[in-house]
């Protein structure tokens, strides 16, 4: 057994460099940030740019209610559901509904991407901050 | 008598082959059996619909043959049949010159390009690291070419997902790769027919 | 190779050190409610402070407690709405004194110093400018038979317009007619807007520009009597105050998302105000415009985009900010040396003047 970790020495050194990274990267990615209830803002692009009409929405306008937008992608038009802090998809004409199925999100930096319209639905970075006027 | 000469192989006689080796006919037939296989094993992978919402992002054991290939075979002939696979079954599917062909396109390429660096400039590693540093890249260069397409760089957060999985497939297809390797099965033709 | 093997075991036991200690230990952590009050979004967030070995009850306690102090500073500031108690609906309606709480006695009264601090550029009697200005610029547009029309998606289209100068000139007048009279008789304290010539009309009051600081202020000073350190009250964006965070050394971390994108500031145990034309404002004609009126000329697209300050008591600093959108130079300077202001004004998503506001630019 000895000869064959002789052998694979560089291998798992490489993979466990690699395997520690993922994982902080990973657990990075997933952790609620501890952060303050923040003003946060959503940016809807198609192909990259931002859309003329809802676009640009304010969360922390909106209520514990959801309240429906619409949007036009670039193959159909699309129903964003929107409340405090939080968006998701409602409905989208695309073959395979991953965008609905993620659900609500609530944190910067987590995209809703829905390949079929070209739209990517981001919450803004707070750049780390508390609170964002 | 001549009959018989021929059908000895070059290294017994010691001769210096007068075709240069990648016309060999053998190798040739070799080569196509491997990307067929190549072939099949990725368009069943294609059809395992991905958990992620952007498209093209598959698991990769087709690249048990490329790293096989790359380790007894050499770079071009790793590159011809990683490229011909993602071209043809990119035509298979319908996807071809779409976002998830060049999406494929891109990971091929960039992960043969760091597996030819490591193996020509990291001798300590053996085909299990190569094979899994390559999957890793492989899912950047997807996930690159992804960004690109939608135009926001939001999408590479799901490489913060997609990382350990192409690291651990990655391990699996470079064990796998070791395994096949150690029955010499392609070592045996490569002398057998006399390709190098 | 004994030394490569304890070499990649160091670098395993280094990765888990560093996953731990990115995990970050915190006994703190937020308890946080939200009220819709003022037709905006009240956010508090209170922590348990250990000292106090206060138990998520008392925190729950603490923030009803809160609620009602917001609940109450509605009711009485209420302009458009009647409610059970006398409020700002009532007092605009009355032609003579009538009865009012103490609370919003208070209020009034807080709201005719800062009148007279600002030299008239906060003014509480701007109900009737306000009004216009926001029926014009939530103007929907109509066809020949008085239907809205609507976008590709169904939605209407908004077609802000600049009011009538005469309509504008007629408030105006109202407004140098007009006084708010407060008395006390007997411990009870009245209230009602009194005006010079019957035939000038009758300005009426608005609280808007100092109701949310006055309730935040109330809240905040709760928090303090009753011992936490770890709080944040946010009134709809324009009055905040700070108490502690429970980490970074206590402080906040706070940015302008459109306004001014490039710096953020740290700060704790403080108020912020901000009075800003971005989310509300309407352009026409390239220039931006909202309900934050100059009480003298009636005009409603200053010259800057919005302005932010920190300081103490913040409805003082809310009516603060809606003098400093107009007020010229002198007036803020004197402003800002009289109650110790730090203050940044900006345009364009960039920085006009920058008064000692310790502005951080972000990396």
Not at chain 1, 54 to 81: A, V
Not at chain 3, 56 to 73: C, H
Not at chain 3, 282 to 290: A, F, H, T, V
């Amino acid at each position: 057994m000895t000869e064959f970790w002789k052998k694979h020495l560089a291998d798992t050194i490489t993979i466990a460099f690699f395997a520690i990274a993922g994982v902080a990267l990973a657990i990075y990615a997933a952790l609620p940030k501890n952060g303050t209830y923040d003003s946060l803002k959503a940016e809807i692009t198609l192909d990259g740019k931002r859309l003329e009409k809802n676009g640009y929405l304010d969360l922390s306008s909106y209520g514990e209610e959801e309240t429906e937008i619409e949007i036009i992608g670039k193959k159909s038009p699309m129903k964003i559901g929107v409340k405090h802090n939080a968006i998701h998809v409602l409905s989208s004409d695309c073959p395979s509904h991953y965008c609905i199925s993620q659900g609500w999100v609530t944190e910067p930096g987590v995209p809703i991407v829905c390949a079929y319209n070209h739209i990517v639905i981001t919450i803004l970075g707070t750049s780390g901050n508390d609170i964002n006027l | 008598m001549s009959e018989g000469k021929e059908k000895k192989t070059l290294m017994e006689e010691g001769e210096p082959s007068p075709k240069p080796s990648h016309f060999n006919l053998h190798k040739m037939t070799l080569m196509a059996i491997l990307l067929a296989l190549a072939i099949a094993i990725g368009y069943v992978e294609s059809l395992i619909p991905s958990f992620l919402p952007v498209g093209g992002v598959k698991l990769g054991f087709a690249n048990i043959i490329i790293v096989v290939v790359l380790y007894e075979l050499g770079v071009w002939e790793a590159a011809s049949i990683d490229l011909g696979k993602v071209l043809v079954v990119a035509l298979l599917r319908g996807s071809f010159l779409q976002m998830g062909f060049f999406m494929s396109l891109s990971g091929a390429v960039v992960s043969l390009l760091i597996m030819v660096l490591l193996k020509l400039l990291v001798k300590p590693l053996t085909e299990v690291g190569v094979s899994a540093v390559g999957s890793m890249f492989h899912s950047f260069g997807q996930v690159a070419v992804g960004a690109l397409f939608m135009g926001s760089g939001a999408v590479f957060y799901y490489y913060c997902y997609l990382m350990p999985i192409a690291l651990a497939t990655g391990v699996i297809v470079g064990i796998a790769a070791n395994r096949i390797m150690a029955t010499k099965v392609i070592a045996r033709q490569k002398r057998q027919y006399g390709f190098d | 190779m004994k030394n490569a093997k304890t070499a990649s075991k160091k670098l395993l036991v280094l990765g888990a050190v560093f996953l731990l200690a990115s995990c970050g230990e915190n006994s703190l952590s937020w308890s946080g409610s939200r009220y819709y009050s003022m037709d905006t979004w009240f956010t508090v967030q209170s922590s348990d402070d250990g000292s106090l070995k206060a138990d998520s009850s008392a925190l729950e306690a603490e923030n009803d407690k809160i609620g009602a102090i917001f609940d109450s500073v509605y009711y009485c500031a209420d302009g458009e709405r009647k409610h059970d108690v006398v409020s700002v609906y009532d007092v605009n309606r009355a032609t003579s004194p009538i009865e009012v709480s103490e609370q919003l006695y208070d209020l009034l009264k807080l709201s005719l110093k800062m009148q007279e601090a600002t030299d008239g550029y906060f003014n509480p009697l701007c109900g009737n400018l306000a009004s216009l200005w926001k029926k014009a610029l939530r103007n929907i547009m109509v066809d020949e038979n008085g239907y809205p029309v609507t976008d590709a998606l169904g939605n209407p289209i908004y077609d802000p317009y600049i009011p009538e100068q005469g309509d504008i000139n007629a408030c105006l007048q109202e407004i140098r007619n007009s006084r708010i009279a407060l008395s006390e008789k007997d411990g009870k304290k009245y209230a009602y807007v009194s005006i010079k010539d019957d035939t000038l009309g009758r300005a009426k009051i608005d609280l808007g520009g100092i109701a949310k600081g006055y309730a935040v202020e109330l809240a905040n000073q709760q928090f303090l009597k009753d011992g936490y350190k770890h709080y944040l009250i946010n009134g709809g964006n324009s009055s905040i105050a700070f108490g502690q965070n429970i980490a970074n050394e206590g402080k906040f971390r706070m940015g302008w998302t459109v306004d001014l994108p490039g710096y953020h500031v740290e700060v704790k145990d403080c108020i912020v105000g901000t009075s800003s034309m971005t989310v509300q404002g309407s352009e026409i004609d390239g220039r931006l415009y909202s309900h934050i009126v100059n009480p003298f000329t009636g005009e409603a697209s200053p010259d800057i985009t919005g302005v932010t300050i920190l300081g103490k008591d913040a409805g003082i600093l809310d009516a603060l900010t809606t003098a400093l959108m107009w007020a010229p130079e002198d007036v803020r300077a004197k402003l800002e040396k009289a109650y110790d202001l730090k203050a940044v004004y900006y345009k364009d998503k960039a920085v006009v003047a920058n008064h000692d506001f310790p502005l951080i630019k972000n990396d």
